[in-house]
């Protein structure tokens, strides 16, 4: 079946116009060939499901690391900065990958029509992991980029095709993870709040004890679930969170290294600009002058929010 998927998504690509990636943003789908391995690409990533039909990629998530291959998906319940690489392809076997949106109201509304839906579970409460792809899923996922070529059946049956990837994920071997992430209530939402909270004042000295309180938690709790649900700690995600956005800041042309640094939270120039360079590669004085040096990025109020 994932050949199928593959070939469906090969021939889907050789009919499109540039290089891609091709997106369908009023489906939040998105379609990415890649015939060699590319330099890493940092964004920010918001909950979707991410498909490797043929070759390889990796993405990082804090220090925690993700490999998934043909027949795997990176499932990503929570929204998050991450980077992400092709490692896997090749004019002959280019990497191919299909991404689309997670809507935590559809997947709630799917479990509510099961008979016996997943118990939220998963101690570690991870909202990042990666899942076998195949059967039934596949088949949906290959129906779905067929439809793309039929634009006028999309509002019919692209629905009904997304329910049924919900579906199957519930009641897969993820199933209890899936909908501990997706809950409406219970740890995980709690710490969305929470999550929200430092991503709308990332800019601004943010102390545990603050989220911890939105979070409804003890210190302690909240920083080990923080971690668990998202790979990195409060302060790692919004020290990516500020980092990202000084990079589109800085491409807009309109602020400086320091400006930039100031602007997103930083009271020290040289501070930023090794932290800066620790997550690019590169110090930001040479992006300013080279702003192409680094492919991919968006900061965090950028319009290119998606799936790796």
Known sequence: MMEALAETILRYTERQAGPGPYEVPSLNVHIMRSDR???????????????????????????????????????????????????????????????????????????????????????????????DFDGP??????????????????????????????????????GSKIAHVMSANGPSRRLMDALHNLRDRFA????????????????SAFHRQFKALTSMTPLQYQKQLRLLEARRLMNSRAFNVEAAAF???????????????????????????????IAGDQGPEGDERRAL
């Open 263 to 293: 602007a997103v939270g930083y009271e020290s120039p040289s501070q930023f600009s090794r932290e800066y360079a620790r997550l690019f590669g590169v110090p930001p004085k040479r992006h300013v002058k080279h702003p192409h040096a």
């Open 204 to 219: 601004e000295p943010v102390r545990i004890e603050e989220l911890a309180t939105v979070a409804r938690m003890s210190v």
């Open 37 to 131: 391995p590319n330099p890493p690409s940092h964004r920010i990533v918001e909950p979707a499901l991410c498909i490797v039909a043929q070759g390889a990629k990796w993405a990082n998530f804090g220090e925690e690391r993700f490999v998934y291959r043909a027949g795997e998906a990176l499932v990503v319940g929570v929204e998050t900065p991450s980077t992400g690489r092709v490692v896997e392809a090749s004019p002959d076997e280019p990497c191919l990958v299909l991404a689309l949106a997670l809507d935590p109201d559809i997947m709630r509304s799917v479990a509510e029509e099961m008979d016996s839906p997943p118990v939220a579970g998963g101690k570690d409460g991870r909202g990042i992991f990666v899942a």
């Open 137 to 174: 899923l596949a088949d949906c996922a290959r129906r779905l980029v067929r439809l793309l070529d039929t634009p006028e059946a999309v509002p019919v049956l692209y629905p009904g095709i997304v329910r049924e990837i919900c579906y199957w994920l519930l009641t897969g071997p993820h």
